[in-house]
């Protein structure tokens, strides 16, 4: 089963996350934008070269995992590490607020029919990870659920470990999973957001509940902080990418991608004697 590799900013499996801790820019100015955009470049062409063999191998899939609050950048991320993958071989579903039909289910069961098969990489932009995260700061949407419960700790403490032996179930099946926070300051999401309103071509991503949702910040970090502190396993870590810095996190997202497929040692299969001997047969089929 896949464990973690050691990087800075994996989330410790202990319990010690402290959000408050975390940075939401670089430790210290290293590069510039530039510099950093041509790491991600290489990383990119990694990322495709290791797909292929992740698809080739077909013993392993890879589910990669973006919570952040609004204008965090998860759609762009998605998009700049990505886009040297093979589309053939990448499900990019992004999970909005759940539909009559998904809050008649319980509340894993709307992302388990877009879980990866063996071979492929999937995305899920938002996930289960909401029902700890926004419900928990809005236990009023629990009542679209029509659960008879309320929203105690222990109702909380019994979600994380739900989320926690579903995601070693997928583990010990095969999936690779990797969760990024990404961690914007409020000052940056607010410069993000009047980015949005001032320039005509982003106003359609403008939604005025992001606004209201900055009232809870104190009350989402803290949700963010229990949620990472249950829920980072070494077969599920987490990682806190600082997003102030867009490149910088770009980067950061692709390397640990490159790093975690790396461990699995997966390569082109290897074919008997007998296939090999069939495709010689082949070869002078054809040049006959």
């Known amino acids: 089963m896949f464990e973690a590799p050691t990087h800075e900013l994996l ?44 698809f080739a191998d077909q013993r392993y899939a890879l589910l990669l995992i973006f919570q952040a609050l609004d204008a965090a950048g998860k759609d762009s991320t998605i998009r700049h590490v990505l886009t040297g993958v093979n589309p053939t071989g990448l499900h990019v579903v992004s999970f909005k607020r759940p539909s009559a039909v998904e809050s008649a289910h319980d509340f894993l069961w709307r992302t388990t029919h877009h879980l990866p ?33 309320d929203a105690s700790p222990e109702f909380w403490r019994r979600r994380y470990e739900s989320i926690a032996a579903h995601e070693e179930h997928l583990a010990r099946s095969g999936t690779v999973i990797l969760k990024f926070w990404l961690n914007v300051s409020k000052e940056e999401q607010r410069e993000r957001l009047l980015k949005r309103l001032d320039e005509p071509n982003k106003r359609w991503k403008f939604n005025p509940e992001d606004v209201k949702e900055r009232d809870h910040w104190d009350e989402y970090q803290r949700a963010f902080e229990a949620c990472l ?15 102030d810095n867009k490149p910088f996190m770009r980067y950061q997202v692709a390397e640990i991608i490159c790093n975690s497929l790396s461990q699995l040692k997966i390569d082109f299969p290897t074919l008997s004697e007998d296939h090999t001997k069939g495709l010689e047969a082949a070869r002078r089929a054809l040049r006959d």
């Open 117 to 149: 098969e063996r071979g492929c990489i999937g995305v899920f932009n938002r996930s289960y990870y909401e029902e700890v995260l926004v419900v928990r700061v809005h236990p009023e949407f629990l009542s679209t659920q029509r659960l008879d419960v």
């Open 229 to 243: 502190n249950a829920t980072s396993r070494p077969w599920a870590p987490w990682y806190a990418v600082p997003a």
């Open 11 to 54: 989330v410790p499996f202990d319990g010690s996350c402290r959000v408050a801790d975390r940075p939401t820019l670089p430790a210290k100015k290293t590069l510039r934008a530039e510099d950093w955009e041509k790491r991600l470049e290489e990383a990119k062409r990694e990322i495709g070269r290791l797909q292929h063999k992740l």
